[in-house]
């Protein structure tokens, strides 16, 4: 017997507009159809009266997992139990399908978790455990770092079992990149890593020097993604000297160009150019490079991205919404571009008719989004229900006041 349920009188946000108080119909955990009228509701539907009623968001790169394993340098909590923590948190920020981005730096990193057997282990742990019961959807980003010689073998291994969706190649190498400046990473260092100024110059000198994998190598890997319809991602695009590797590459996304002339060129050759939504909200990068604010009002941005902060993503997109662009423009910046970049499109990603019913109820207060109810495959993952009143006397008068701000 088909499951069907209602959305009732909500403004639905589909990939070109908006349908004012509509009706959005789900059976069996798909869109099945999209009324522009709200028509009658039962006491099972849900009533979205005057709220955004949008697709849930698809984070393309997200390293929250790494954070919650790691919450400091000296802590260390087992992957299956941030997994379900972490999960519960991104559920209720809107975020729906989640690739976790995991860095594979090496064996001389200082972060346990970024060397290539831990990576290694990350993965097929993520793997085994989205088999089981969840709230989202969990897929593997595997960064991989071109000074570490000793990855290809693992990343290979990792592809050949299909446990990666999305591969990306980075040189985090100093003077070039994300860190062409050496005082912005050098200060960044010694503010995350605890380290002495003459710590960090030693540690740079050493970065310098290492020897990068090959380009055949390169290749190699790039190939086998390809053979495997694994999208490949550049990472902190610099030059268009860059840009013309990876396209030999099959690159199609470009993940944070450092600079506007290639972020434009790069939307120019059809690579999806994601920008940080933290970026966004901050009005600048953490690191000193392209304002994601000014790159999106250029039009040179397909997607949004949590980067290291998954709070952002829904309040950046009313954000801009506010600033002035369209909210279904802004929406697919978090939904439908991300999935047509990794090829999710044809199932998910948008409010449309055939594709799975992962939604999002959200009010606006303040000019702020507030989350209200996350459906997965059609089923309600998330809802809060917020206390209204300013303290005990209010709830206990039963007087009416204001959401509480998420």
Not at 57 to 67: K, R
């Amino acid at each position: 017997m088909s499951r069907i349920r209602k959305i009732v009188g909500g403004n639905i946000v589909t990939p070109s507009g908006i349908v004012t108080n509509g009706t959005l119909v789900i059976e069996d955990g798909v869109i099945a159809d999209i009324q522009p009228f709200s028509g009658v509701g039962s006491a099972a539907d849900c009533d979205a009266s005057g709220l955004w009623v949008m697709p849930g968001m698809i984070d393309v790169h997200s390293d929250a997992i790494e954070h919650e394993m790691r919450p400091r340098p000296t802590s260390r909590f087992p992957l299956p139990f941030s997994f379900y923590e972490l999960e519960r948190k991104l559920a209720c920020q809107g975020i729906t399908m989640i690739y976790h981005s995991l860095s594979m730096l090496g064996e001389n990193s200082d972060n346990e978790a970024r060397r290539n057997q831990s990576v290694k282990s990350f993965v097929e742990q993520i793997v085994e455990l989205r088999r089981q019961h969840h709230l989202i959807r969990h897929k593997v980003h595997l960064r991989f770092e071109i000074t570490n010689l000793q990855a290809v073998p693992f990343i290979e291994e990792l592809m050949e079992a299909g446990y990666v969706e999305l591969l990306s190649f980075m040189d985090h190498t100093p003077g070039q990149g994300q860190y062409r400046d050496l005082e912005i990473q050098k200060k960044f260092i010694m503010e995350r890593q605890k380290k002495t100024e003459a710590e960090v110059v030693q540690l740079l000198e050493e970065r310098k020097n290492r020897p990068k994998v090959d380009g055949a190598q390169l290749r190699r890997l790039a190939g086998l993604a390809w053979s495997q319809g694994v999208p490949l991602a550049s990472h902190d695009d610099d030059s268009i000297a860059k840009l013309d590797l990876v396209t030999e590459w099959n690159a199609g996304i470009s993940e944070f160009p450092v600079d506007m002339e290639v972020a434009l060129e790069a939307k120019r050759r059809g690579l999806q150019v994601v920008m940080g939504a933290p970026n966004v909200m901050l009005g600048r990068s953490h690191s000193n490079n392209l304002s994601a604010q000014e790159a999106i009002h250029a039009g040179a941005v397909d997607i949004l991205c949590s980067d290291y902060y998954p709070p952002a993503m829904l309040r950046a997109v009313f954000l801009l919404h506010h600033q002035g662009l369209g909210l279904p423009e802004t929406v697919n910046m978090v939904s439908l571009n991300p999935a047509k970049a990794l090829g999710l499109d044809a199932v998910t990603g948008s409010i449309e008719i055939g594709k799975r019913a992962d939604l999002l109820l959200v009010k606006e207060h303040k000019q702020s989004p507030v989350i209200q109810k996350v459906w997965v495959n059609g089923q309600l993952v998330c809802q809060m229900d917020y206390l209204t009143g300013s303290g005990p006397a209010a709830a206990a008068e039963g007087k009416g006041a204001e959401y509480i701000e998420a």
